[in-house]
């Protein structure tokens, strides 16, 4: 079990969560593709590999109907904590040599689940990869840093490789081959430690307020504008109207003018 | 609670001030360059731990940090990409549980933003934990005095190498010249995925032509490879500062709106009346984007064609 | 020949292409239904109400799991005018109750439910798989089909055509001797979300009981009709609009259906409603006069596909005839296959399952609706004109003394410029269609 993808079992943010949508994110879609060309280029299996309830099967299924030879799940709800998902996974891969990965997941989306699987299984880690030359023993990947700068790495096995969404492109699977991934057998595993539930209280999103310098100002009065100054407010300041896209196109038009942005 | 800050050649990383203030001035600075760095930190650190080590190796230097921070319940690390890198590791080794993508850590108390920041999770952790916090969510208040950190050099001066690996840096590239000189751009026209589909992305390109806006995406769009990811707006894209952002279905993640500065206007057209890009917006349009971007384009008159070359730069 | 890779390939997993499904698989064939959505059901849309009556036999007790929004226990027919409305409103506390009458429900979880009972049967459902073409053999006869997937060529003993509206299959196949956009309408529906207690308050109803309205008069001078359909915590409002008249007026009918929300008999209902989605869809209005061959060697068609929704004015049936002729489609194939005979002799039992049943007899009986429905009289003249009447019925006058009905009658007709001769010869169609 040399080459692995990790791949989960989630439905896009932002919407309730409707299993009918669910499936892989873009980012593991490329994890999976460049595992499978890894796999094509040094002419070894790929493993697939989830932790969640029966439903990730699905995900399994169409990685398998893409090429990848081996499909297992670890059985454990979709809200389990990336600690646990990175150790059950770790387990069941300790002879891994690489190990590709979706950056994050849209609905946790810590991207921390493959530098603990890569902490446990003492392996280098690559994390948040934009671009990856697949090299025989060695990959080469770009990595973001900070203001728009970037890093370029050499990673050799073992190793996990984090990809963002749209670093390749995963292959579309033959007919043939779903027909037979959709009887395949998948490997279904209890975790070998306990898996906790990730708990918390939810409620919606509000920013935090923000620390702001200490206002300056000669006077209490100037001090008080600056504090009350609308530009530095930054929560809820304008005005939402309902329009028809035709209209709405209008008032942009209209604002535009108004701010000085445009003379016509 | 004690901040780790990755520190590379004497910068620090975003929101790297941020976990300090959070921290009440305690900081552990790793890196090169953390004398420099520690320096700018005045008025926000108090005492500050630094480790000379060279380049970034997140397992190695988590084999170094450990002994240091085994005492310290909470560490706070910065959302950066060396941050989320290094945090982790960190978190495995001191058998720890990671809290990563916080808006806001107490001892008691961490909250963190889920589900495209349409939700807010609180939880109360145990009394020893490891979490990351956004950039961009807290912002700094510059105490008016100005007093140096105190610093104390803890840079381990004959450690044998661990047993850990880490990958081999062979470059480190500057941004790339093709993303704009787009931390100056003033005017950004932006898209998320309340965009239906990659030609959206051409159109938002032409009706920014218009209107000397250089048009920027939100991290769904860069995955789907509907505009190539230098074009990604946000913490792990890059950061901005225009004076007017149109956000056409843009959800205003915080991941998102941390990389937009502090624009003076901002539109935001979406169907969703209560997201958070629409709470920020001066003019917040309810509606369907699609289709307002088609009126916009016929009412400004802009032409795909004469702007599918030059998509990068504003033209006026 | 080459070898068949399974018995019986279904295209469209819609309500007619899952209900053919179900059968053939049921009856022991291996069966692949392929579908080119995401999941069965995740793109469709339709007004609102479904007529499940039908799936008695298939799927007995269907009610207790089907996902349904609302049981429609009001319908009403409403004729607008500017500033008129006539309503004719009927109410039946029977149809809130088992075995249940018509329900309003949302397609991607309709069709998803029921793709359900496909691959519980034993079909295998292939998503996110257009088909791209069909494999014919020397004579003609269809012996598979291509789809857009590498590998992607499929070869089955018959297949059975459910695509929808506008059917790909049944054209390339050349089963559409006729096909013209006037036989076509577009539906538009905006679907709108409201709390479930303001929408039980506002259209008198309670528990999970609902609402069916249809509108005439409400589409201005391009010809067609409205509907209000009450969901849980939403309302589907829309238009059905005749193609050609649509594209004359050159209006857009977004246009027209906001301007249904306006009217003030509506405007009421939908006050305050946040919109949650718009979508467009063509719907087969011809009925009769269009209906392809519903059968060739090795293929049948069945659903929209063959034209065999029933958009008739107050009717506005597709589902149930698109589950049904579905449903007989996969007998007819299994018959077929058990004799060993796909020719068009051997799939012959479809047509007669079709025939003897309401799909046909209710085609059959309401031939001329849609016709007169959408005729410029019924759309233009006779609501103001019937609105008229019903005023200076309702009207109190004094001292004038009440006129009689007949007198209304004759003097509103006179003023709306409407022929006797024509009335009589309308109101012959519509007793024979409806009556
Ligand atoms: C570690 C990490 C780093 C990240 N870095 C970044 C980053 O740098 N930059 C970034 O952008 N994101 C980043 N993200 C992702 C971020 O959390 C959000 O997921 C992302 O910003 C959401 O993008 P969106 O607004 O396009 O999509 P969504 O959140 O899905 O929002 C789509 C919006 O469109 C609206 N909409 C839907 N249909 C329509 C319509 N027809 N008309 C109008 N509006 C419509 C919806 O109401 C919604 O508000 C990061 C996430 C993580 C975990
Ligand atoms: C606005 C409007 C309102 C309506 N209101 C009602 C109503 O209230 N009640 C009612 O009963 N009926 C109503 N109808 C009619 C009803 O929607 C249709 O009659 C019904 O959906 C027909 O079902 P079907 O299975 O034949 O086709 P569809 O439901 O159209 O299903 C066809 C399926 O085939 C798939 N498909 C198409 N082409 C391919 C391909 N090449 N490869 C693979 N898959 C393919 C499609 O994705 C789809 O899933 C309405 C229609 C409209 C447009
Ligand atoms: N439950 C899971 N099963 C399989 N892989 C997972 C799971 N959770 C996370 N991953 C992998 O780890 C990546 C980052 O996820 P996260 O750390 O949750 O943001 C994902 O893109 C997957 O590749």
Redesign the interface.
């Known amino acids: 079990m040399s080459i692995v993808a990790c791949v989960k079992w989630v439905s896009?943010?932002?919407e309730p969560h409707d299993e009918?949508?669910a499936?892989m994110?873009?980012?593991d879609q490329s994890a999976l593709e460049f595992a499978l060309q890894q796999g094509e280029l040094l002419g070894q299996p790929v493993t697939v590999i989830t932790v969640g309830p029966a439903g990730a099967d699905k995900v399994l299924r169409d990685a398998l109907a893409c090429g990848a030879t081996r499909a297992i799940r670890i059985e454990a709800p979709t809200t389990a904590?990336?600690?646990d998902v990175a150790t059950a996974i770790a387990d069941h891969i300790a002879d891994a040599e690489w190990v590709w990965c979706g950056d994050y997941s849209l609905?946790?989306?810590?991207?921390?689940v493959p530098?603990?699987i890569?902490?446990?299984l003492?392996?280098?880690?690559?994390?948040?990869v934009?671009a990856v030359t697949l090299l025989g023993a060695t990959v080469?990947?770009?990595?973001?840093?900070?203001?728009?700068?970037?890093?370029?790495?050499?990673?050799?096995a073992?190793?996990v490789v984090s990809v963002?969404?749209?670093t390749a492109?995963l292959r579309?699977?033959?007919?043939?081959?779903?027909?037979s991934a959709?009887a395949a057998t998948i490997e279904v595993m209890p975790a070998t430690t306990p898996i906790h539930r990730?708990?918390?209280?939810?409620?919606?999103?509000?920013?935090?307020a923000?620390?702001?310098?200490?206002p300056t100002g000669e006077s209490p009065l100037d001090r008080l504008r600056v504090l009350t100054d609308a530009?530095a407010a930054?929560?809820?300041?304008?005005?939402?109207?309902?329009?028809?896209?035709?209209d709405?196109?209008?008032?942009?038009?209209h604002?535009?003018r108004d701010?000085g942005?445009?003379d016509s | 609670m004690i901040a780790v800050v990755v520190v590379?050649d004497g910068?620090l990383?975003?929101g790297g001030d941020e976990v300090v203030?959070e921290c009440s001035g305690r900081a552990v600075l790793i890196g090169s360059g953390t004398a420099a760095a520690a320096a700018d930190l005045a008025g926000v650190a108090t005492e500050i731990t630094v480790l000379e080590v060279g380049g970034?190796q997140?397992?190695d230097w988590?084999t170094k940090l450990a002994p240091l921070l085994h005492h310290e319940p909470a560490v706070v690390l910065p959302g950066?990409?060396?941050g989320?890198?290094l945090?982790?590791?960190l978190?495995?080794?001191l058998h720890r549980?990671?809290y990563?993508?916080a808006?806001?850590v107490t001892p008691h108390r961490v909250?963190?933003?889920?589900?495209?920041?349409?939700?807010?999770?609180?939880?109360h952790p145990g009394p020893e934990f490891v979490a990351t916090m956004q950039p961009g969510?807290?912002?700094?208040?510059?105490s008016?005095d100005l007093t140096a950190p105190v610093v104390t050099d803890a840079t381990p001066t004959h450690l044998p190498r661990q047993?850990?690996?880490?990958?081999?840096?062979?470059?480190?590239?500057?941004?790339?010249p093709a993303?704009l000189a787009r931390?100056e751009a003033p005017?950004i026209i932006g898209g998320g995925?309340g965009l239906d589909g990659e030609h959206r992305m051409d159109q938002l390109a032409a009706v920014g032509a218009v209107?000397?806006a250089s048009m920027g995406a939100t991290?769904v769009i860069?995955?789907?490879?509907w505009v190539?990811?230098?074009r990604q707006i946000g913490t792990?894209?890059?950061?901005v500062d225009p004076e007017?952002y149109?956000a056409f279905g843009v959800?205003g993640a915080?991941q998102h709106t941390s990389g937009l500065g502090?624009p003076?206007?901002?539109?935001s057209?979406n169907t969703d009346?209560?997201?958070?890009m629409?709470?920020?917006?001066?003019?917040?349009?309810?509606?369907?984007a699609n289709?307002?971007?088609?009126?916009?384009a016929?009412?400004?008159g802009a032409s795909l064609q004469a702007t599918l070359h030059d998509t990068t730069e504003p033209s006026a | 020949m080459s070898t068949p890779d399974v018995d019986v390939i279904v295209v469209g997993a819609g309500p007619a292409g899952s209900c053919a499904a179900i059968v053939a698989a049921r009856a022991g064939l291996d069966v692949?239904l392929l579908e080119r959505g995401?999941?069965p059901g995740?793109k469709n849309m339709y007004g609102g109400v479904v007529y499940p009556r039908i799936l008695d036999t298939l799927i007995p007790n269907w009610w207790e799991e089907a996902p349904i929004q609302r049981w429609v226990t009001r319908r009403s027919t409403m004729l607008l005018t500017d500033t008129q409305a006539l309503t004719i409103d009927f109410r039946s506390e029977a149809w809130g109750e088992p075995p249940y009458n018509g329900a309003t429900a949302f397609r991607?979880d309709w069709d998803?439910w029921l793709a359900g009972h496909a691959e519980a049967a034993g079909a295998?459902v292939?998503t996110d798989?257009t088909v791209v073409g069909l494999i014919r053999d020397p004579g003609g006869a269809v012996v598979g089909v291509r789809?857009d997937?590498?590998?992607?060529?499929?070869r089955a003993k018959v297949v059975i055509a459910c695509d929808g509206v506008n059917s790909f299959l049944a054209k390339e196949a050349g089963l559409y001797e006729h096909t013209d956009a006037k036989h076509y309408t577009l539906g538009v529906k905006e679907t709108l979300a409201l709390p479930k207690e303001v929408i039980d308050e506002r259209f008198a109803v309670r528990d999970r009981h609902g609402v069916d309205i249809e509108i005439l008069g409400c589409t201005g001078n391009v010809n067609g009709g409205g509907f209000l359909y009450t969901g849980l915590d939403t309302l589907a409002v829309g238009v059905v609009l005749k193609l050609p008249k649509l594209a004359a007026q050159k209006k857009r009918p977004?246009e027209i259906v906001?301007g249904l929300k306006q009217h003030p008999a509506i405007a009421p209902l939908v006050q305050g409603a946040e919109l949650k989605e718009y979508s467009a869809h063509l719907i087969p209005e011809a009925g009769l006069t269009m209906m392809p061959k519903m059968t060739m060697p090795g293929m049948l068609v069945a659903g929209d596909a063959a034209a065999l929704c029933l958009a008739a004015g107050i009717w506005l049936e597709g589902v149930n005839f698109a589950m049904a002729s579905g449903m007989y489609a996969g007998e007819a194939v299994v018959e077929a296959l058990q004799a060993n005979d796909t020719s068009a002799t051997g799939l012959a039992g479809y047509q007669r399952r079709l025939s003897d049943t309401f799909v046909l007899k209710d085609h059959r009986k309401l031939h001329r609706a849609p016709e007169l429905v959408l005729s410029d009289r019924v759309q233009h003249l006779y609501p103001g004109m019937v609105a008229n009447v019903a005023e200076r019925m309702f009207r109190v006058d004094n001292p004038h003394p009440k006129p009689g009905l007949r007198r209304i009658l004759n003097e509103e007709r006179k003023k709306a410029g409407v022929r006797r001769r024509d009335l009589l010869r309308d109101g012959w169609t519509g007793f024979r269609s409806f009556g």
């Open positions: 896009h943010p932002g009918r949508f499936g994110s873009m980012a904590a990336g600690t609905d946790r989306g810590a991207g921390s530098p603990f890569a902490a446990h003492g392996a280098e880690q690559a994390l948040g934009i080469h990947a770009t990595r973001r840093l900070d203001g728009g700068r970037r890093e370029l790495l050499e990673v050799t073992p190793a963002e969404g749209a492109r579309r699977a033959g007919l043939q081959h779903l027909r959709a990730a708990e918390f209280m939810v409620r919606p999103y509000r920013p935090r923000r620390e702001l310098p200490a530009a930054s929560a809820a300041r304008g005005e939402t109207v309902h329009l028809a896209p035709a709405a196109a209008a008032r942009i038009v604002a535009l701010w942005y445009r | 590379r910068q990383p975003s203030a970034f997140p397992a988590a950066s990409p060396d989320r890198d945090a982790p590791r978190a495995a080794l549980p990671l990563a993508g808006i806001s909250e963190l933003t889920r589900r495209s920041s349409t939700e807010i999770h609180q939880t969510v807290r912002g700094v208040a510059i008016a047993q850990v690996r880490d990958a081999r840096v062979t470059e480190v590239l500057p941004p790339d993303t931390a005017r995925a209107i000397g991290r860069t995955d789907r490879g190539p990811h230098q792990t894209g890059v950061v007017l149109l959800s915080v502090a003076q206007h901002i539109i057209v009346g209560h997201c958070p629409m709470q920020l917006a001066d003019l917040a349009i309810v509606a369907d289709e307002t971007l088609d009126h916009l016929a009412l400004l | 692949v995401p999941f995740s991607p998803h295998q292939l798989t789809t997937r590498p590998d992607g060529d499929l977004e906001a």
